[in-house]
């Protein structure tokens, strides 16, 4: 009988990040790549020694991040749900309570620079979620995500961040704190590659963020938008959330503002509009 190798969740990680360094690799190369129907682990499409020396070169990041954890695809702990994101790959990068994910969650997003209704609406939504036992998740963004993960926390109820940066850095610099919080006591998850992300600029990083957002969406029951602009980030999940099947709120008070024409496009391609948080819980209790 053949033996099979035994999977290193580290082996795994460190060939992750040399495949990312492949020169054009991106979510959706390397999601044809580890989705192309072969069942071997991630650690034989690299060198031995090319993972020694990614090991070298990481491990003393590594080391340092308190609770730090993989999950790969196969391990019984993978979400499947991740499965539904367009690219989707067979590694998350976490840490803090990883139970969190196995929990009814919402995704509370929105924009940068929201109204103080927004501010209003977002934090009455998350303290409503926190007492029906839903996990808010959010992407630690300036604005109605740092409200919705801050209101979670205010109401002693419990937070997922998924980030567009690695695990070791902290974008926007004022959520440090708040990131720190997340990590020990509650979930902070990534895709973004330690080697890659630290050896590009800031703009060639960028295309991690809406990423981001589509693997928010694909580990989370719903989304709730509270605000957002034309050309808001957040109309990437918007557009995921409906392609994975999942639930798309958007609130009344968006179909209301002039400026604004993504709310009735999105009402007519299956997003629901809702006045208020009755309405929220009623379409999740409710069948697909």
Same mark, same amino acid.
């Given at each position: 009988?053949?033996?099979?190798?035994?999977?290193?969740?580290?082996?795994?990680?460190?060939?992750?990040?040399?495949?990312?360094?492949?020169?054009?690799?991106?979510?959706?190369?390397?999601?044809?790549?580890?989705?192309?129907?072969?069942?071997?682990?991630?650690?034989?499409?690299?060198?031995?020694?090319?993972?020694?020396?990614?090991?070298?070169?990481?491990?003393?990041?590594?080391?340092?991040?308190?609770?730090?954890?993989?999950?790969?695809?196969?391990?019984?702990?993978?979400?499947?749900?991740?499965?539904?994101?367009?690219?989707?790959?067979?590694?998350?990068?976490?840490?803090?309570?990883?139970?969190?994910?196995?929990?009814?969650?919402?995704?509370?997003?929105?924009?940068?620079?929201?109204?103080?209704?927004?501010?209003?609406?977002?934090?009455?939504?998350?303290?409503? =979620?926190?007492?029906?036992? +839903?996990? *808010?998740?959010? @992407?630690?963004?300036? $604005?109605?995500?740092?409200? /919705?993960?801050? &209101?979670?926390?205010?109401?002693?109820?419990?937070?997922?961040?998924?980030?567009?940066?690695?695990?070791?850095?902290?974008?926007?610099?004022?959520?440090?704190?708040?990131?720190?919080?997340?990590?020990?006591?509650?979930?902070?998850?990534?895709?973004?590659?330690?080697?890659?992300?630290?050896?590009?600029?800031?703009?060639?990083?960028?295309?991690?963020?809406?990423?981001?957002?589509?693997?928010?969406?694909? =580990?989370?029951?719903?989304? +709730?938008? *509270?605000?957002? @602009?034309?050309?808001? $980030?957040?109309?990437?999940? /918007?557009?995921? &959330?409906?392609?994975?099947?999942?639930?798309?709120?958007?609130?009344?008070?968006?179909?209301?503002?002039?400026?604004?024409?993504?709310?009735?496009?999105?009402?007519?391609?299956?997003?629901?509009?809702?006045?208020?948080?009755?309405?929220?819980?009623?379409?999740?209790?409710?069948?697909?």
């Amino acid at each position: 009988m053949l033996k099979t190798k035994a999977i290193s969740p580290l082996e795994e990680l460190l060939a992750y990040e040399a495949l990312w360094d492949q020169p054009g690799s991106t979510f959706r190369s390397l999601s044809i790549l580890l989705n192309s129907g072969k069942n071997y682990p991630v650690s034989t499409l690299i060198k031995p020694q090319t993972i020694a020396q990614y090991k070298e070169e990481l491990w003393p990041v590594i080391h340092t991040l308190p609770q730090f954890g993989v999950r790969i695809f196969g391990d019984g702990e993978f979400p499947n749900r991740l499965n539904d994101a367009q690219h989707p790959l067979k590694i998350l990068y976490y840490q803090g309570n990883w139970d969190l994910i196995h929990s009814p969650s919402v995704a509370v997003v929105g924009t940068r620079n929201p109204s103080s209704d927004g501010i209003r609406r977002a934090e009455y939504l998350v303290k409503r =979620l926190v007492e029906d036992k +839903i996990v *808010v998740v959010s @992407g630690l963004a300036r $604005g109605i995500d740092t409200i /919705a993960h801050r &209101a979670a926390l205010e109401n002693s109820g419990h937070t997922i961040a998924v980030i567009g940066t690695p695990l070791n850095c902290n974008y926007p610099p004022e959520n440090k704190s708040l990131q720190r919080e997340i990590a020990t006591n509650h979930l902070l998850i990534s895709q973004v590659p330690f080697s890659r992300y630290a050896k590009q600029t800031y703009h060639k990083n960028r295309f991690f963020f809406p990423e981001r957002n589509v693997t928010m969406s694909a =580990l989370t029951d719903a989304t +709730i938008i *509270v605000e957002a @602009g034309e050309t808001s $980030g957040t109309l990437v999940q /918007a557009r995921a &959330a409906l392609k994975q099947g999942r639930k798309l709120f958007i609130l009344e008070s968006n179909f209301h503002n002039p400026s604004l024409s993504w709310p009735k496009k999105f009402e007519e391609k299956g997003a629901i509009r809702v006045q208020n948080y009755d309405e929220i819980r009623n379409h999740l209790t409710s069948s697909p």
